[in-house]
Nanobody, 127 residues
Framework: VQLQASGGGLVQAGDSLRLSCAAS????????MGWFRQTPGKEREFVAA????????YSPDSVKGRFTISRDNAKNTLYLQMNSLKPDDTAVYYC?????????????????????WGQGTQVTVSS
């Protein structure tokens, strides 16, 4: 199983980016997929997740209303559309897939819900 994240880069505040995560090795249409981000010295932070049903979860405080998660099951690809970027969004963004049974409304928000991780893509937002 491999997850390949791409689409990061250096942008200015207010700009947009779309991250992609191409999955290979198996079909992930029945599993939760998510995005996390991490800055040096901090723990990995939940950004957004999308369940196999299409239901989306977002980190309410930091990205809701600006970021949109989506998936193309036919292409086995996960996306994160990021609009109105802020310097605080600067981080390495990781995609992940979780194979465990859905235990409820909170499933997908914790890094421990995930079994496979991509290598990360750097997003830098200048002020």
């Amino acid at each position: 199983v491999q997850l390949q994240a791409s689409g990061g880069g250096l942008v200015q505040a207010g700009d947009s980016l779309r991250l992609s995560c191409a999955a290979s090795g198996r079909t992930f249409s029945r599993y939760v997929m998510g995005w996390f981000r991490q800055t040096p010295g901090k723990e990995r932070e939940f950004v957004a997740a999308i369940k196999w049903s299409g239901r989306s979860l977002y980190s309410p405080d930091s990205v809701k209303g600006r970021f949109t998660i989506s998936r193309d099951n036919a292409k086995n690809t996960l996306y994160l559309q990021m609009n109105s970027l802020k310097p605080d969004d600067t981080a390495v963004y990781y995609c992940a897939v979780g194979l465990r049974p859905d235990y409820g409304s909170g499933y997908g928000r914790s890094a421990t819900d995930y079994d496979y991780w991509g290598q990360g893509t750097q997003v830098t937002v200048s002020s």
